[in-house]
């Protein structure tokens, strides 16, 4: 019998600089810029050549690295992690980055993602006398490196990054090394980019124009980067690969101002508009986004239909995304707290509503009573993704199956539960043409399709699947 699975759901940012002795302060900044990718915790971990050093804590980037606290992070590289988790995956001790010392050195880990076989590893390591520290699955990778039986660190790393099975973006810094890791189906974003002769490496490419970096390549599936005093070195270390990046990242969770493989998600997303317009064209007086992840496409809508862009709804900044609440009723209270109609704009209009998503249908539900509230004589919801009808494995929380709204509802029972008067969600087919794509190859679609790019381990199906 396997351990109950804690701590799965998790979507997280990455930043690492090496080579400026400024390296913990861009860190900061490119965390920041990161901060919607995760807001219970965050870390940096610096290393001055001879010791690495860390200050972590809960809560917001602004809010953990005080001037106080930033000023013991002197050295040339570092690491750092923006977190999201939930309930039970929580706490300080699973802030990142972790740290590890030996008496052959230190250890950072930093990790974007979630592994599917953590559970089954786990329970490996631990019978042969690994005791964890954290309930996180990152930590599994600093016991395989240590149990590696390769003399060099490299070949540790390597070795252990093949046992692993699911999405992650590693960042692991020694004293005089930062390596990069990303799994071999690139689910997760991570590029690579320079300042001057340092080089960071980020989640998402708008961290480099926040601290004035240049962006140089996407890391590849598979790929192990080196960075030392000798440079750069790139090497594979996973024997087959399958790039399959994480839709929902163009769809939702990046910033619009991110470029992931070459396409601009803010482009993305308001060509997912312009497909919408084509997929369900209405007859309105309006066209109106979800703020902030909807703008994009409610812009693209707009465009194709020639249907005026107006501000129909208004977000308090100042709330957490109701999409990563914990508990069911927190997210109703966020949902209130965080929106507003704009009477001016809705009253006596039809309205087309355009969403990125819809998970559990209750933020959904929530918006258009609020614009019917507000006057709006016709609400159409067109959503620019397809339904979710599956969980997430690889470290986006869209909730178990049994909370998805479409897992077991047509559109139209959807569209009653939500009080709409249509409801229409992006084709896969026009969804993947937003991207570019004639296919689907190169991404993952698990949440829509169910096809997932990797095997699925027993345990983590039970907990995604519990009833
Ligand atoms: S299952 Fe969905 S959310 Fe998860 S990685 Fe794949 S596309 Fe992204």
Redo the contacts with the bound molecule.
């Keep these: 019998m396997l351990p109950e699975i804690k701590g799965l759901n998790e979507e997280c940012g990455i930043f690492g600089v090496f080579g400026h002795q400024d390296a913990a302060q861009l860190t900061y900044y490119g965390l920041h810029s990161l901060q919607h990718r995760g807001q219970e915790g965050t870390g940096i971990v610096v290393s001055d050549g001879k010791k690495l050093k860390g200050v972590k804590g809960e809560g917001l980037v602004a809010e953990v690295f005080t001037t106080d606290a930033m000023k013991d992070l002197e050295g040339n590289a570092a690491i750092g992690h923006v977190r999201y988790a939930t309930a039970g995956g929580g706490g300080y001790e699973n802030v990142q980055p972790l740290l590890f010392h030996s008496q052959t050195g230190s250890l950072a880990l930093a990790h974007n993602g979630n592994l599917v076989n953590a559970n089954y590893l786990k329970y490996q390591l631990e019978a042969q006398g690994s005791i964890f520290q954290t309930s996180s699955d990152t930590e599994v990778l600093a016991h395989l490196i240590r149990r590696s039986g390769f003399p060099q660190l490299k070949d540790q790393v390597k070795n252990s990054l093949s046992m692993l099975k699911g999405?992650y973006a590693y960042l692991i810094m020694t004293e005089t090394e930062l390596m990069v890791a990303l799994d071999p189906h690139g689910?997760?974003p991570l590029s690579l980019g320079c300042l001057g002769d340092a080089y960071v490496v980020a989640s998402e490419t708008c961290a480099f124009d926040v601290v004035g970096a240049e962006y140089i390549r996407d890391i590849m599936p598979g790929e192990l980067l080196i960075i030392n005093e000798n440079g750069l070195t790139s090497e594979k270390f996973a024997i087959s690969t399958t790039k399959?990046i994480?839709?929902?990242?163009y769809i939702y969770?990046s910033r619009p101002d991110s470029n992931i493989q070459g396409i601009n998600v803010h482009t993305a997303r308001k060509n997912m508009g312009k497909q919408l317009a084509v997929e369900a064209p209405f007859e309105a007086d309006v066209v109106t986004g979800v703020p902030d992840s909807s703008i994009s496409a409610a812009i693209g809508y707009a465009e194709a239909t020639g249907i005026p862009y107006e501000m129909g709804l208004i977000k308090n900044k100042y709330v957490g995304r109701t999409f990563i609440q914990p508990s069911q009723t927190l997210r109703e209270q966020g949902v209130k707290m965080k929106l507003s109609a704009v009477r001016g704009v809705v009253e006596g209009k039809r309205v087309v509503m355009v969403d990125d998503s819809i998970v559990r249908g209750t933020t959904s539900r929530r918006i258009v009573n609020l614009l019917k509230e507000a006057g709006a004589t016709e609400v159409h919801v067109v959503i620019s993704s397809p339904p979710?009808k599956?969980?997430?494995?690889?470290?986006?929380d869209?909730s178990t199956k049994e909370e998805l709204i479409a897992s077991d509802k047509s559109v139209e029972q959807i569209r009653e539960l939500i009080g709409a008067d249509s409801l229409t969600f992006i084709s896969v087919e026009g969804m993947m043409k937003a991207l570019g794509q004639e296919g689907t190859n190169g991404?993952?679609?698990?949440?829509?399709t169910g096809n997932?790019?990797t095997e699925i381990y027993p345990d983590t199906l039970q907990y995604y699947y519990q009833k």
């Design positions: 999405a689910l997760r399959a994480c839709t929902m990242e969770f979710i599956n969980p997430c494995f690889y470290g986006i869209t991404y993952c679609l698990g949440c829509f997932y790019p």
